[in-house]
């Protein structure tokens, strides 16, 4: 009997890995489960889905001509498809310069006149003006672009997508929230933010894309730009950190707080801290807390209320 | 004329008249954008219809049947693409770019028809 592996491997592992997901499936689906090549493939089958890890990262909708799934997967952190923690949500549309995945998962096997054994599904952009790519698009101008799920020269499926302008921008930390106070970094530690950009009526609105990012006082903080903003607390103080994205930019108040003063060395009691966001609710902590040195104690969560709230006496 | 010519032209013209006759196509728009009129195709850059066809006889005796096998082939793949659907009366019109061509319309291999196919800028009227 042969395990019904396609569903579950469906379900487990789509959209980046559907390369995979194809020859597993074609292997598999012409072999007889109860032969010794069948272990290979279930090894093999294992071993891809151990690749995967998880599945937040992309999203599934069916085609509008109802044969299968689109399947979206984003390729930057700050794709406001992949915005929720835990699970991904189909765009409702695409932001201009945003970049992506797209893949197709063929239900309706009726759909093709291709015998299974040989299917190779792929998705194509209908005018590389709009998503330019192949496998991986970058959406290239605003309007109202259609995808194609193909099967040699049959078009199995369609799907339209919006692209549109950023409208505005968003400033989120690395639990989803929105950093709309402003953000303490002990010394020495780095907090890294995500930019995402928002349009009205796309929500979510996908694609995300590069991100600038400049310090106004790099000796107190340093700003570095890319997927995400990254800051690293130099030294105590106050500063701001501009960040840019998709025409639009926003200033983020940076206050580095005291932080651990040196690596904790073996034998040596010197606490250390590990955490890169400070849960320190008072700015002003930074002033009290020249005595960094103190810190040291057994207490190993430096740069925290419980770091320095001790030090300042 | 001698009685074998007679039989024969009698029996083309029975023959010819249990075929169905073509008379245009019935279209129905299954998803996507565009739309067919009396002027042909149109369809916007970058988007996609997908139809399903019926070819029309005007043989009262003979309509086509499941059997006939309607193929549609664009002028100019680079303007209007056009690709065999899920079923083999459906079809996918694709713009791809922005200008005029044509769609042949074929029944069993014999070219019917000929449809304008016009694809326009996105943001027009």
Redesign the interface.
Do not use: M
């Given at each position: 009997m042969r395990p019904n592996v396609r569903q579950c491997f469906e379900d487990c592992c789509s959209g980046p890995t559907g390369r995979y997901h194809r020859a597993v499936w074609i292997d598999l689906h012409s072999w007889q489960w109860n032969r010794p090549r069948a272990r290979v493939a279930t090894l093999t089958f294992v071993a891809v889905l151990a690749a995967c890890g998880g599945s937040e990262s992309s999203a599934k909708t069916i085609g509008?001509?109802g044969?299968g799934e689109f399947v979206y997967s984003c390729v930057n952190p700050n794709d406001g498809a992949c915005d929720t923690v835990g699970s991904a949500v189909f765009p409702a549309c695409v932001l201009l310069g945003g970049e992506f995945e797209m893949d197709y998962i063929l239900h309706?096997t009726?759909?093709?006149?291709d015998d299974d054994f040989d299917l190779f599904i792929y998705v194509e952009s209908?005018?590389q003006?709009?998503f330019a790519g192949n496998g991986r698009y970058r959406a290239d101008r605003v309007?109202?672009?259609?995808m194609?799920a193909?099967e040699d020269?049959?078009?199995?499926?369609?799907i339209?997508l919006d692209i549109v302008e950023a409208e505005g921008i968003q400033v989120k930390d690395q639990s989803g929230l929105v950093v709309q106070g402003p953000v303490e970094i002990p010394r020495g530690a780095t907090v890294t933010l995500d930019v995402f950009a928002s349009a009205f009526g796309c929500s979510p609105l996908g694609g995300g894309g590069p991100v600038t990012a400049s310090s106004r006082e790099p000796l107190v903080a340093t700003a570095q730009g890319g997927p995400s903003v990254v800051i690293h607390g130099e030294e105590v103080g106050a500063t701001k950190v501009t960040v840019g994205m998709a025409g639009f930019e926003t200033e983020i108040d940076v206050f580095v707080t005291v932080g651990p003063a040196r690596r904790k060395k073996p034998g040596e009691d010197v606490g250390e801290g590990e955490s890169d966001e400070s849960g320190s609710d008072d700015a002003g902590s930074s002033e009290t807390a020249g005595t960094d040195e103190t810190a040291g104690s057994d207490d190993t969560t430096a740069g925290t209320d419980d770091g320095t709230s001790g030090s300042g006496g | 004329m001698r009685t074998s010519t007679r039989f024969l032209l009698a029996l083309g013209i029975l023959a010819a008249g249990c075929q169905p006759h073509y008379d245009g196509l019935r279209i129905r728009k299954l998803n996507g954008t565009g739309r067919f009129s009396s002027e042909g195709l149109e369809i916007v850059e970058g988007q996609a219809l997908a139809v399903e066809v019926t070819a029309l006889s005007d043989n009262p005796y003979e309509d086509y049947e499941e059997f006939d096998i309607i193929e549609m082939h664009s002028f100019n793949e680079h303007i209007v693409l056009v690709a065999p659907a899920d079923d083999i009366d459906r079809f996918v019109f694709v713009g791809a770019a922005v200008g005029e061509s044509a769609v042949e319309v074929r029944i069993n291999g014999e070219d019917v028809d000929t449809i304008t196919a016009i694809v326009s800028p996105q943001g027009a009227p």
């Open positions: 509008e001509l044969n309706e009726d759909a093709v006149d209908a005018n003006s709009f309007g109202f672009a259609a194609l193909r020269d049959q078009v199995v499926d369609i339209h | -």
